[in-house]
């Protein structure tokens, strides 16, 4: 079993949508949860932390289910840009971040 | 802005040659990092270094070695490259292991065939 499990996708939405994504870790001694987006071709980059009370940035919305041990990234209004792979990320007792395979969105105008 | 530079972007080289990666970062960051990310397994931690000179087993490091001379240069080594070591080879960079800013840097990526 994977350490960090996301759906693949595509996930296929048209621009105006709200598109939810989760993911669930194995790990339940995790300490600390990110999102990072990484766009065809280029290298990923941190698109937020996840906090156990939940956070907003935007039209991001990040959550996190220590319980039943998911997270989840919620994009309202959707743009044409933001069709990316979204790498669900969790850090382990030891300082090492582990990825998920990714969740591929495309937005069509 | 953290820079994070990789010596190429794409590299061709023949089964068993002895293959070097660069990364170099800018932000005299501590921690440094090397993975290979492959279609469907994600991206997957080869070495890493917490510090100058310092050097840990990821979870895929066989086949390969690194080298941490200087805090700014992390370099990975194919010992000799097989083809089964084709992949993108991505390098990252962050301040340190503790404190509040986890954040990794990557570079670019150096897609590398082995023929």
């Known amino acids: 079993r994977k350490e960090v499990e996301q759906d693949p996708g595509p996930f296929n939405v048209p621009e105006g949508a709200t598109v939810a994504f989760n993911c669930t870790y194995s790990n339940s001694a995790s300490q600390s949860f990110f999102w990072y987006r990484q766009d065809c071709r280029k290298e990923p980059k941190l698109l937020m932390s996840v906090y156990s009370s939940g956070n907003e940035d935007g039209r991001f919305t990040a959550q996190l289910n220590r319980a039943s041990q998911y997270i989840s990234l919620l994009i309202r209004d959707s743009k044409l840009s933001d069709s990316a792979t979204y790498l669900c990320v969790v850090m382990d007792s030891s300082y090492k971040l582990i990825f998920g395979s990714g969740t591929r969105l495309l937005v069509r105008p | 802005d953290v820079k994070v530079t990789q010596s190429s972007r794409y590299l061709v080289k023949r089964t068993g040659e002895k293959v070097f990666l660069e990364c170099v970062q800018d932000?005299?960051?501590?921690?440094m990092f090397w993975y290979r990310q492959d279609p469907g397994l994600g991206l997957r931690l080869i070495y890493f270094s917490y510090d100058v000179k310092m050097k840990e087993k990821g979870d895929i490091p066989e086949g390969y070695s690194v080298s941490r001379e200087k805090k700014e240069r992390f370099s990975l080594i194919l010992e000799s490259a097989s083809t089964n070591q084709t992949s993108m080879y991505l390098c990252?960079?962050?301040?340190?292991?503790?404190?509040?800013?986890?954040?990794?840097?990557f570079g670019p990526g150096t897609r590398l065939t082995v023929t």
């Open positions: 932000m005299d960051h501590e921690n």
């Open positions: 990252a960079s962050r301040v340190s292991r503790g404190g509040p800013s986890y954040e990794q840097y």
